[in-house]
């Protein structure tokens, strides 16, 4: 009777233990191929299938041969104790390697149940208003994800919906002062830790655009320069940013020696530019110029060539006139095809566009920013009726007359308004793990 208590016990703990083991095999293949099972309740329902249908299912005997099966069982009966002692190691192994697997998991749902939360409310079916702390939290999760860099993008228009931005830096400036930056610039101050991450933004990169939108002001772009000068010093990309905010550096402090380092600016844009085209191959190139930044310091090259120009020298002025309508025409040439060949190319609306504010100046939507440009651009005699010509009246550039045309691309966009945002969240999520 004993004997057969004991054996009852050794043949339950057998298929315990090897119950175990399928289903951490299940829990592996899961985390490693079906990233799309998005919460809890996904993976327990797909485990609880997947384990259920192994063991019973009578074609694995088949494959194995039933003899083989008995004859496996019997061997591990025979010598249990050597079985326990095995598998004890092998658990322990695995328990090690789960619970590192398991870590993941928690934060990926913790992640996922976040940006869900941020950007559908299930109880009215409404877009819900995201805070900076909820923001914050989901970003520390997955910095490298763009999943909060789009909502982040989608709250600059729910903020400044009257063009007047002063709320959303306040915003981003609470988001800011909610994440670990240190910690941020630690796990990621070696780029090629981004190598094996598909889709993945650079987390440096954005600490310093999120750092320079909440706090506009000599502080926050003198600490985002620092932070590129440290960590990405050597990184093309990075040097583009860089360039952007000591442009916006100069703007702000108006040192006496503007206009040598605006002309210092300007040189380093041109080799920049030059040593890209030179070094990299065709491919990368592309995927160079068509980056957001690469248009932005495309912008800035105009502003820049606006404000080293001597308005009075008329061979200046005609040149400038012929330079700034080429280098804004590039601008619109890139958005025009980019946007039509992709859904969300770009994790920045158009609002880092002087030529934007032109156009909505112009299509009657009138701001102090907006009025700024065209003073601004008003510095060059005739610039104006020229990027009226060549730009704003240009059939070629006709689109860009409707302002929506310029949100294309972007999270701004009115396809992503409503539970449209949700259901691409949604698709962004299955994915980039």
């Known amino acids: 009777m004993i004997s057969s208590a004991n054996d009852s016990v050794k043949l339950l703990t057998f298929y315990a233990v090897h119950a175990l083991g399928i289903f951490a095999a299940f829990i592996s293949f899961f985390y490693l191929f079906h990233p799309e099972f998005l919460d809890v309740s996904q993976w327990a329902g797909a485990l609880g299938v997947a384990t259920w249908t192994f063991l019973n299912n009578p074609k694995f005997s088949q494959a ?166 440290h960590h990405r010093a050597t990184d093309e990309l990075a040097e583009f940013h860089k360039i952007i905010y000591e442009h916006e550096l100069i703007s702000i402090v108006k040192p006496q020696d503007s206009r040598i380092k605006l002309l210092a600016l300007r040189s380093k844009i041109e080799e920049l530019m030059k040593k890209s085209q030179d070094q990299i191959s065709p491919r990368s190139h592309l995927k160079f110029v068509t980056h957001h930044i690469f248009q932005e310091v495309l912008d800035h090259y105009a502003q820049i060539e606006i404000e080293v120009a001597t308005p009075t020298d008329a061979d200046d002025a005609e040149r400038v006139r012929r330079q700034v309508p080429r280098l804004y025409s590039r601008v619109l040439t890139v958005r025009q095809q980019i946007a039509r060949a992709s859904d969300v190319p770009w994790l920045e609306g158009p609002g880092k566009f002087s030529l934007y504010y032109y156009f909505q100046h112009h299509l009657g939507r009138e701001s102090e920013t907006s009025q700024t440009i065209v003073d601004f651009f008003s510095r060059i005699p005739g610039l104006q009726e020229d990027l009226n010509k060549r730009l704003f009246e240009a059939e070629a550039f006709r689109d860009y007359r409707t302002l929506k045309t310029w949100d294309v691309g972007t999270p701004l966009s009115a396809e992503y308004a409503g539970t449209a945002m949700h259901t691409k969240m949604l698709e962004w999520l299955k994915s980039g793990w």
């Open 64 to 229: 194995l041969g039933f003899r083989t099966v008995q004859a496996y069982r019997r061997k591990c009966l025979r010598h249990f104790r050597k079985f326990i002692c095995l598998s004890i190691i092998i658990a322990t192994c695995i328990a090690l390697i789960s619970s590192l697997m398991l870590k993941d998991l928690f934060s990926r749902w913790s992640y996922v149940a976040l940006i869900k939360d941020m950007t559908l409310s299930e109880a009215t079916e409404a877009v819900p208003f995201a805070t900076a702390p909820d923001l914050a939290r989901a970003y520390m999760l997955y910095p490298h994800r763009k999943e909060v860099p789009f909502i982040l993008a989608r709250m600059s228009r729910l903020l400044a919906f009257d063009d007047e931005i002063t709320n959303f830096n306040i915003f981003v400036n609470a988001f800011i002062k909610n994440l670990d930056v240190e910690l941020i610039l630690t796990k990621y101050g070696d780029k090629s830790k981004l190598d094996d991450m598909v889709g993945s933004l650079d987390p440096v990169i954005f600490v310093t655009r999120a750092i320079v939108e909440g706090s506009p002001n000599e502080n926050g772009f003198r600490r985002a320069i620092g932070i590129l000068e």
